[in-house]
Protein backbone atom coordinates (compact mmCIF):
# COMPACT_ATOMS: atom_id res chain seq x y z
CA UNK A 1 0.00 0.00 0.00
CA UNK A 2 3.02 2.54 0.75
CA UNK A 3 4.71 1.86 -2.16
CA UNK A 4 3.76 3.23 -5.19
CA UNK A 5 5.39 3.66 -8.73
CA UNK A 6 6.12 7.27 -9.54
CA UNK A 7 5.86 8.34 -13.22
CA UNK A 8 9.51 8.89 -15.00
CA UNK A 9 8.27 12.52 -16.17
CA UNK A 10 7.64 13.69 -12.27
CA UNK A 11 11.54 11.89 -11.25
CA UNK A 12 13.21 13.99 -14.10
CA UNK A 13 11.30 17.27 -13.46
CA UNK A 14 13.31 16.50 -9.45
CA UNK A 15 16.02 15.25 -10.65
CA UNK A 16 17.21 18.13 -12.83
CA UNK A 17 17.03 21.06 -9.72
CA UNK A 18 18.71 18.19 -6.95
CA UNK A 19 21.68 16.00 -6.29
CA UNK A 20 20.31 12.64 -7.23
CA UNK A 21 22.88 9.93 -6.17
CA UNK A 22 24.72 10.60 -3.45
CA UNK A 23 26.15 8.49 -0.84
CA UNK A 24 24.23 8.92 2.86
CA UNK A 25 26.82 10.13 5.59
CA UNK A 26 27.68 8.99 8.70
CA UNK A 27 24.48 9.61 11.31
CA UNK A 28 24.18 7.87 14.14
CA UNK A 29 20.84 6.52 14.80
CA UNK A 30 20.92 5.22 18.49
CA UNK A 31 17.88 3.69 18.98
CA UNK A 32 16.25 2.06 22.20
CA UNK A 33 14.90 -1.12 23.22
CA UNK A 34 13.18 -1.62 26.34
CA UNK A 35 14.32 -4.57 28.38
CA UNK A 36 10.74 -5.21 29.66
CA UNK A 37 9.56 -5.19 26.25
CA UNK A 38 11.92 -8.36 25.52
CA UNK A 39 10.19 -10.13 28.29
CA UNK A 40 6.43 -10.48 26.93
CA UNK A 41 5.75 -13.43 25.81
CA UNK A 42 6.64 -13.91 21.69
CA UNK A 43 3.56 -12.45 19.74
CA UNK A 44 3.25 -9.43 21.81
CA UNK A 45 7.03 -7.89 21.37
CA UNK A 46 8.73 -6.66 18.52
CA UNK A 47 10.66 -9.66 16.67
CA UNK A 48 14.28 -9.33 16.78
CA UNK A 49 14.77 -12.06 14.13
CA UNK A 50 13.42 -10.22 11.64
CA UNK A 51 14.22 -6.82 12.23
CA UNK A 52 15.97 -5.33 9.64
CA UNK A 53 19.68 -4.62 11.08
CA UNK A 54 20.46 -1.64 9.11
CA UNK A 55 17.56 0.65 9.80
CA UNK A 56 19.93 1.31 13.48
CA UNK A 57 23.50 1.87 13.51
CA UNK A 58 22.87 1.77 17.66
CA UNK A 59 20.83 0.17 19.74
CA UNK A 60 20.58 0.38 23.33
CA UNK A 61 19.31 -1.77 25.59
CA UNK A 62 17.28 -0.15 28.67
CA UNK A 63 17.75 -1.01 31.82
CA UNK A 64 20.29 -3.38 33.37
CA UNK A 65 19.59 -3.40 36.55
CA UNK A 66 21.87 -2.46 39.57
CA UNK A 67 22.05 -4.11 43.40
CA UNK A 68 21.94 -1.38 45.96
CA UNK A 69 25.29 -1.43 46.58
CA UNK A 70 25.81 -0.26 43.29
CA UNK A 71 27.26 -2.81 40.98
CA UNK A 72 25.33 -4.58 37.97
CA UNK A 73 23.49 -7.48 39.25
CA UNK A 74 25.53 -10.35 38.15
CA UNK A 75 23.60 -13.01 39.22
CA UNK A 76 20.21 -11.83 37.63
CA UNK A 77 21.88 -12.18 34.30
CA UNK A 78 22.35 -15.74 34.92
CA UNK A 79 18.78 -16.27 34.54
CA UNK A 80 17.40 -17.26 31.24
CA UNK A 81 14.55 -14.66 30.88
CA UNK A 82 17.46 -11.68 31.63
CA UNK A 83 19.88 -13.47 29.30
CA UNK A 84 17.67 -14.63 26.76
CA UNK A 85 17.13 -11.22 25.38
CA UNK A 86 20.51 -10.09 25.19
CA UNK A 87 21.67 -13.42 23.20
CA UNK A 88 18.99 -12.28 20.86
CA UNK A 89 20.78 -8.76 20.40
CA UNK A 90 23.69 -10.02 20.22
CA UNK A 91 22.98 -12.42 17.16
CA UNK A 92 21.65 -8.99 14.92
CA UNK A 93 25.83 -8.57 15.20
CA UNK A 94 25.73 -11.42 12.69
CA UNK A 95 23.68 -9.98 10.46
CA UNK A 96 25.28 -6.40 10.60
CA UNK A 97 28.94 -6.31 11.76
CA UNK A 98 29.17 -3.02 12.02
CA UNK A 99 25.96 -2.49 14.54
CA UNK A 100 26.94 -1.21 17.80
CA UNK A 101 25.06 -2.33 21.22
CA UNK A 102 24.87 -0.31 24.09
CA UNK A 103 24.13 -1.07 27.92
CA UNK A 104 22.08 1.29 29.56
CA UNK A 105 21.39 2.14 33.34
CA UNK A 106 18.58 4.11 34.58
CA UNK A 107 20.98 6.19 37.35
CA UNK A 108 23.49 6.01 39.55
CA UNK A 109 23.08 5.74 43.90
CA UNK A 110 24.25 7.37 46.22
CA UNK A 111 25.59 4.11 47.53
CA UNK A 112 27.72 4.79 44.00
CA UNK A 113 28.83 8.36 44.49
CA UNK A 114 29.99 7.68 48.45
CA UNK A 115 33.80 7.29 48.04
CA UNK A 116 36.50 5.88 45.50
CA UNK A 117 36.05 2.70 46.50
CA UNK A 118 32.84 2.62 45.85
CA UNK A 119 33.03 4.20 42.72
CA UNK A 120 35.63 2.10 41.44
CA UNK A 121 33.36 -1.04 42.58
CA UNK A 122 31.04 0.07 40.11
CA UNK A 123 32.99 0.90 37.19
CA UNK A 124 34.80 -2.17 37.50
CA UNK A 125 31.31 -4.11 37.43
CA UNK A 126 30.44 -2.06 34.80
CA UNK A 127 33.68 -3.18 32.73
CA UNK A 128 32.96 -6.97 33.65
CA UNK A 129 29.39 -7.00 32.95
CA UNK A 130 30.72 -5.58 28.84
CA UNK A 131 32.96 -7.78 28.26
CA UNK A 132 31.07 -11.02 29.40
CA UNK A 133 27.86 -9.82 27.05
CA UNK A 134 29.82 -8.46 24.65
CA UNK A 135 28.52 -5.25 24.82
CA UNK A 136 29.92 -2.05 22.52
CA UNK A 137 29.16 0.57 25.21
CA UNK A 138 27.48 1.70 28.24
CA UNK A 139 24.78 4.81 28.63
CA UNK A 140 24.34 6.04 31.65
CA UNK A 141 21.12 8.18 32.27
CA UNK A 142 21.35 11.17 34.43
CA UNK A 143 17.48 12.72 34.07
CA UNK A 144 16.72 15.78 36.56
CA UNK A 145 13.06 15.37 38.75
CA UNK A 146 10.41 17.33 36.01
CA UNK A 147 8.69 19.79 38.11
CA UNK A 148 12.07 20.68 39.71
CA UNK A 149 15.57 20.11 37.70
CA UNK A 150 18.05 20.86 40.47
CA UNK A 151 21.31 19.18 40.53
CA UNK A 152 23.53 18.21 43.34
CA UNK A 153 27.08 19.72 43.10
CA UNK A 154 28.84 17.23 40.54
CA UNK A 155 32.33 18.00 42.29
CA UNK A 156 31.15 17.48 45.76
CA UNK A 157 28.82 14.52 45.15
CA UNK A 158 31.32 12.82 43.44
CA UNK A 159 29.51 12.56 39.85
CA UNK A 160 31.95 14.75 38.31
CA UNK A 161 34.56 11.97 39.31
CA UNK A 162 32.93 9.17 38.45
CA UNK A 163 31.96 10.19 34.64
CA UNK A 164 35.78 11.34 34.48
CA UNK A 165 36.89 7.52 35.76
CA UNK A 166 34.30 5.62 33.88
CA UNK A 167 35.21 7.51 30.06
CA UNK A 168 38.41 6.72 31.07
CA UNK A 169 38.54 2.99 32.16
CA UNK A 170 35.66 2.26 28.88
CA UNK A 171 37.94 4.41 26.77
CA UNK A 172 40.48 2.22 28.05
CA UNK A 173 39.03 -0.79 27.27
CA UNK A 174 37.47 0.18 23.78
CA UNK A 175 33.59 0.71 24.62
CA UNK A 176 31.68 4.11 24.16
CA UNK A 177 30.41 5.70 27.02
CA UNK A 178 27.55 8.17 26.80
CA UNK A 179 25.42 9.76 29.00
CA UNK A 180 21.83 10.79 28.55
CA UNK A 181 20.20 13.34 29.95
CA UNK A 182 16.67 15.53 30.44
CA UNK A 183 15.79 17.50 27.39
CA UNK A 184 14.53 20.84 28.41
CA UNK A 185 16.18 23.85 28.45
CA UNK A 186 16.01 24.40 32.10
CA UNK A 187 17.64 21.64 32.74
CA UNK A 188 20.11 22.35 29.63
CA UNK A 189 21.10 25.16 32.09
CA UNK A 190 21.34 23.21 35.14
CA UNK A 191 24.20 20.76 33.47
CA UNK A 192 25.65 23.19 31.38
CA UNK A 193 26.63 25.18 35.07
CA UNK A 194 27.06 21.62 36.73
CA UNK A 195 29.44 20.05 34.46
CA UNK A 196 31.47 19.91 31.26
CA UNK A 197 29.72 16.75 30.14
CA UNK A 198 31.18 16.98 26.57
CA UNK A 199 34.57 16.56 28.00
CA UNK A 200 33.70 13.06 29.61
CA UNK A 201 31.42 11.01 27.08
CA UNK A 202 31.97 10.13 23.59
CA UNK A 203 28.27 11.30 22.99
CA UNK A 204 25.35 12.95 24.74
CA UNK A 205 21.58 11.61 24.27
CA UNK A 206 19.41 14.66 25.28
CA UNK A 207 15.98 13.30 25.79
CA UNK A 208 14.36 16.30 24.39
CA UNK A 209 10.52 15.37 25.08
CA UNK A 210 8.13 14.93 27.36
CA UNK A 211 7.47 19.31 27.71
CA UNK A 212 3.93 19.07 28.33
CA UNK A 213 3.89 19.76 32.19
CA UNK A 214 1.53 22.45 32.48
CA UNK A 215 -1.20 21.27 30.96
CA UNK A 216 -1.98 24.04 28.97
CA UNK A 217 -3.61 24.52 25.42
CA UNK A 218 -2.24 23.45 23.34
CA UNK A 219 -0.35 20.45 24.70
CA UNK A 220 2.69 19.74 22.84
CA UNK A 221 4.83 16.83 23.64
CA UNK A 222 7.66 17.87 21.87
CA UNK A 223 7.68 20.68 19.41
CA UNK A 224 10.56 22.06 17.55
CA UNK A 225 9.73 25.56 18.24
CA UNK A 226 6.89 28.06 20.43
CA UNK A 227 5.52 26.25 23.78
CA UNK A 228 6.92 28.63 26.32
CA UNK A 229 10.29 27.95 26.19
CA UNK A 230 9.66 24.28 26.43
CA UNK A 231 10.98 22.80 23.22
CA UNK A 232 13.68 21.06 21.26
CA UNK A 233 15.33 24.18 19.91
CA UNK A 234 15.96 26.13 23.27
CA UNK A 235 16.94 23.36 24.61
CA UNK A 236 19.08 22.12 22.00
CA UNK A 237 20.94 25.83 21.02
CA UNK A 238 22.00 25.92 24.87
CA UNK A 239 24.24 22.47 24.02
CA UNK A 240 24.91 23.40 20.83
CA UNK A 241 27.00 26.53 22.44
CA UNK A 242 28.78 24.39 24.95
CA UNK A 243 29.42 20.73 23.58
CA UNK A 244 30.76 20.18 20.02
CA UNK A 245 27.58 19.35 18.15
CA UNK A 246 29.38 15.68 17.05
CA UNK A 247 28.77 14.29 20.14
CA UNK A 248 25.23 15.41 20.38
CA UNK A 249 22.42 13.22 19.90
CA UNK A 250 18.76 14.88 19.72
CA UNK A 251 16.32 12.95 21.21
CA UNK A 252 12.87 12.01 19.66
CA UNK A 253 10.21 10.02 21.40
CA UNK A 254 7.84 7.57 19.41
CA UNK A 255 5.11 8.51 22.02
CA UNK A 256 2.07 10.31 21.79
CA UNK A 257 0.15 11.53 24.44
CA UNK A 258 -3.54 11.79 24.84
CA UNK A 259 -5.28 14.45 26.21
CA UNK A 260 -8.89 14.61 27.53
CA UNK A 261 -10.92 17.60 27.53
CA UNK A 262 -13.64 19.02 28.97
CA UNK A 263 -16.81 20.98 27.69
CA UNK A 264 -15.03 24.40 27.54
CA UNK A 265 -12.16 22.45 25.57
CA UNK A 266 -9.89 22.79 28.18
CA UNK A 267 -7.85 20.00 29.91
CA UNK A 268 -9.75 17.91 32.26
CA UNK A 269 -7.04 15.74 32.52
CA UNK A 270 -3.19 14.34 32.50
CA UNK A 271 -2.26 13.54 29.47
CA UNK A 272 -1.89 9.61 29.30
CA UNK A 273 1.45 8.37 27.57
CA UNK A 274 0.73 6.29 24.19
CA UNK A 275 3.12 4.60 21.95
CA UNK A 276 3.49 5.48 18.39
CA UNK A 277 1.90 2.12 17.17
CA UNK A 278 -1.21 2.79 19.50
CA UNK A 279 -1.31 6.53 18.56
CA UNK A 280 -1.09 6.27 14.94
CA UNK A 281 -4.61 3.82 14.87
CA UNK A 282 -6.23 6.48 16.88
CA UNK A 283 -5.11 9.39 14.01
CA UNK A 284 -6.20 7.15 11.10
CA UNK A 285 -9.47 7.16 12.70
CA UNK A 286 -9.74 11.19 11.79
CA UNK A 287 -10.39 12.15 8.34
CA UNK A 288 -7.20 13.96 8.40
CA UNK A 289 -4.21 15.14 11.22
CA UNK A 290 -2.98 18.47 11.49
CA UNK A 291 0.41 20.18 11.61
CA UNK A 292 1.35 23.45 13.99
CA UNK A 293 4.05 24.98 11.55
CA UNK A 294 5.15 27.75 14.05
CA UNK A 295 5.42 24.83 16.66
CA UNK A 296 6.55 21.95 13.65
CA UNK A 297 4.42 19.23 15.82
CA UNK A 298 1.51 16.74 15.03
CA UNK A 299 -1.93 16.64 16.55
CA UNK A 300 -5.31 15.27 16.14
CA UNK A 301 -8.30 16.66 17.79
CA UNK A 302 -12.04 16.47 18.61
CA UNK A 303 -14.34 17.35 20.83
CA UNK A 304 -13.18 15.12 23.59
CA UNK A 305 -9.50 14.90 23.51
CA UNK A 306 -6.33 16.24 21.90
CA UNK A 307 -3.77 13.82 20.64
CA UNK A 308 -0.02 14.95 20.12
CA UNK A 309 2.25 12.71 18.48
CA UNK A 310 5.75 12.47 16.51
CA UNK A 311 5.05 11.66 12.85
CA UNK A 312 6.87 12.01 9.57
CA UNK A 313 6.15 15.51 9.07
CA UNK A 314 7.59 17.00 12.61
CA UNK A 315 10.60 14.39 12.12
CA UNK A 316 11.43 15.42 8.97
CA UNK A 317 11.97 19.38 10.33
CA UNK A 318 13.79 17.74 13.46
CA UNK A 319 15.86 16.23 11.34
CA UNK A 320 16.51 19.26 9.14
CA UNK A 321 18.00 20.57 12.73
CA UNK A 322 20.66 17.83 13.30
CA UNK A 323 21.72 18.62 9.96
CA UNK A 324 21.95 22.35 10.06
CA UNK A 325 23.65 22.24 13.38
CA UNK A 326 25.78 19.26 12.11
CA UNK A 327 25.08 16.90 14.71
CA UNK A 328 25.71 13.51 15.17
CA UNK A 329 22.16 12.46 15.19
CA UNK A 330 19.33 10.64 16.70
CA UNK A 331 18.47 9.18 19.61
CA UNK A 332 14.78 7.35 19.53
CA UNK A 333 12.75 6.26 22.45
CA UNK A 334 12.10 2.94 21.07
CA UNK A 335 12.18 0.27 18.91
CA UNK A 336 9.18 -1.70 20.45
CA UNK A 337 7.10 2.10 20.39
CA UNK A 338 6.86 1.78 16.81
CA UNK A 339 4.86 0.49 14.57
CA UNK A 340 6.73 -3.07 14.11
CA UNK A 341 3.25 -5.00 13.34
CA UNK A 342 2.46 -2.62 10.34
CA UNK A 343 -0.54 -1.67 11.89
CA UNK A 344 -0.80 1.62 10.14
CA UNK A 345 0.82 0.69 6.63
CA UNK A 346 4.43 -0.01 7.03
CA UNK A 347 6.35 -1.79 9.89
CA UNK A 348 8.50 0.22 11.74
CA UNK A 349 7.79 3.32 10.04
CA UNK A 350 8.74 6.46 11.84
CA UNK A 351 12.31 4.51 11.90
CA UNK A 352 12.42 3.79 8.34
CA UNK A 353 11.43 7.28 8.01
CA UNK A 354 14.53 8.76 9.52
CA UNK A 355 16.35 6.40 7.54
CA UNK A 356 15.04 7.66 4.43
CA UNK A 357 15.46 11.44 5.30
CA UNK A 358 19.01 10.92 6.29
CA UNK A 359 19.64 8.76 3.19
CA UNK A 360 20.19 11.82 0.05
CA UNK A 361 19.33 9.14 -2.12
CA UNK A 362 15.65 9.83 -1.58
CA UNK A 363 13.76 13.00 -2.86
CA UNK A 364 11.42 14.13 -0.95
CA UNK A 365 7.71 16.10 -2.11
CA UNK A 366 4.31 16.12 -1.11
CA UNK A 367 4.73 13.67 1.50
CA UNK A 368 6.28 11.10 -0.68
CA UNK A 369 10.06 10.09 -0.35
CA UNK A 370 11.31 8.68 -3.56
CA UNK A 371 14.36 6.75 -4.58
CA UNK A 372 14.93 6.49 -8.04
CA UNK A 373 16.09 3.11 -9.07
CA UNK A 374 16.97 3.61 -12.78
CA UNK A 375 15.76 5.82 -15.94
CA UNK A 376 12.43 4.02 -16.05
CA UNK A 377 11.52 3.43 -12.44
CA UNK A 378 11.14 4.79 -8.77
CA UNK A 379 9.93 3.56 -5.95
CA UNK A 380 8.02 6.38 -3.55
CA UNK A 381 6.84 5.60 0.13
CA UNK A 382 4.03 7.96 1.21
CA UNK A 383 4.71 9.30 4.44
CA UNK A 384 2.45 10.27 7.27
C1 LIG B 1 8.82 11.09 30.22
O1 LIG B 1 7.70 10.94 31.04
C2 LIG B 1 7.49 9.62 31.48
C3 LIG B 1 6.18 9.58 32.24
O2 LIG B 1 6.11 10.57 33.22
C4 LIG B 1 8.66 9.20 32.35
O3 LIG B 1 8.49 7.87 32.76
C5 LIG B 1 9.95 9.32 31.55
O4 LIG B 1 11.06 9.05 32.37
C6 LIG B 1 10.09 10.71 30.98
N1 LIG B 1 11.26 10.73 30.12
C7 LIG B 1 12.08 11.75 30.07
C8 LIG B 1 13.24 11.61 29.16
O5 LIG B 1 11.92 12.78 30.69
C1 LIG C 1 0.83 26.41 17.57
O1 LIG C 1 1.44 26.18 18.81
C2 LIG C 1 1.84 27.36 19.45
C3 LIG C 1 2.74 26.97 20.63
O2 LIG C 1 2.12 26.27 21.63
C4 LIG C 1 0.60 28.16 19.84
O3 LIG C 1 0.98 29.31 20.52
C5 LIG C 1 -0.15 28.48 18.58
O4 LIG C 1 -1.35 29.11 18.91
C6 LIG C 1 -0.43 27.24 17.76
N1 LIG C 1 -0.94 27.63 16.47
C7 LIG C 1 -2.10 27.17 16.02
C8 LIG C 1 -2.49 27.67 14.66
O5 LIG C 1 -2.80 26.41 16.64
Known sequence: ?????????????YCTSIK?????????????????SMRRPPGYRLNLDEFDTTLCNFITYAFITLTPPGVI?????????EIDPIHRLMALKEKNPDLKIIAAVRAVTTHILE????????????AAFLKTHEFDGF????????????IPDAQNSGYEQLLKDLYRELYRIKKFFAVSVSGTAKAAEMYIKAINLGKYTHYINVLSYNFTNDYTMPPHVAPLFENGNNNVNDAMDLWINRVFGQKLNLGVAFLGRKFTLNADKKIAQQGDFMPYNEACKMVHSFPYAEFNATAATSFVRNNEFWLSYESAESLEVKLDFVEQYN?????????ENDDYNAECGEKYHLLNYINRKA?????????????????????????Y
Not at 20 to 36: D, E, M, P, R
Not at 139 to 150: C, F, R
Not at 327 to 335: C, E, F, H, P, Q
Request: proline share 1%.
Open 1 to 13: MCKIACLLFLVGL
Open 20 to 36: CHQTSKTFQINCYLGAW
Open 73 to 81: NADKYRLRE
Open 115 to 126: NERTRERFITSV
Open 139 to 150: DLHWLLAHDDPE
Open 327 to 335: LRGVTIWSL
Open 359 to 383: DEKFLKFEGLSCEIKNLKQSVCYQE
